[in-house]
Every structure is written in structure tokens, then in C-alpha cells.
């Protein structure tokens, strides 16, 4: 098992979670219903996601090394820039940032397929 990918994946739950409180607690009379939306996709992609980082860790032992801790790295790229960019846009209103947003979102689809692409080219 890749120690570092459980180790990011266990800290971006926890700060999923945190982020999540967040915008429960710290934020729902400061955004607007729509921003509020926004907060919480970001949240919900970031925790999916962190759960993905683990998996890649643990399939780093029963998978091919490479392909499994790419996954891991690109889903890492995607709660940066995905998550990242709405959480910033959320509590800057800097609307600008919703035009990289699909960058994340494209890590995290590139992410999934590396995993496929650990499980098709299985160690023997």
C-alpha cells in the first residue's frame, strides 16, 4: 500500500468534513441559496473523492503500482482544482474561478479511468 495516498486521502476526508461543518454552521446565512449549492458540491465532490484516494492507495497492493497511484494523484489535482475553485469562488465571489473548475472535474474523470486501467493490467 502507498502510505502517502492514505495518509492525503484520510487528511482530505478530514478536511471535507471540516469544510462540510463549514458551510453548515459558518456559512449558511452569508450565501445566497445558489452559492450555498455551490459550496456544497464542492464538499460532496471533495469527500467522494477523498474516498477515491484511498481506494487508489489500497489498490496500489493489488493492482498495478503505477496506474493506481496516478489515480490517486489526479484525484489530489481534482479537489485541489475542482473543489478548490468553488470553495474560492464561494467565499471571494470571484466568478472568473468557475471557468477552471472543468479542469478538476476532467482530473477526476482521468483519475476513475487510471483505475480501470490498474484493475485491466492486474500483477501477476
Request: aromatic content about 12%; hydrophobic content about 55%.
Amino acid at each position: 500500500m502507498d502510505r502517502s495516498l492514505f495518509v492525503l486521502g484520510a487528511l482530505f476526508g478530514l478536511l471535507g468534513v471540516a469544510a462540510g461543518a463549514f458551510g453548515a454552521h459558518g456559512l449558511k446565512n452569508r450565501l445566497d441559496t445558489e452559492m450555498m449549492q455551490v459550496y456544497e458540491t464542492a464538499v460532496r465532490y471533495h469527500l467522494v473523492h477523498a474516498l477515491a484516494i484511498l481506494i487508489s492507495s489500497l489498490a496500489t497492493i493489488r493492482y498495478s503500482q503505477t496506474p493506481a497511484y496516478l489515480a490517486g494523484a489526479l484525484f489530489t489535482l481534482g479537489i485541489l482544482i475542482f473543489s478548490g475553485s468553488l470553495y474560492t469562488l464561494c467565499l471571494t465571489g470571484l466568478r472568473w474561478l468557475g471557468a477552471i473548475t472543468p479542469i478538476g472535474g476532467l482530473a477526476f474523470l482521468i483519475g476513475w479511468a487510471c483505475l480501470i486501467w490498474a484493475a485491466m493490467s492486474e500483477r501477476a
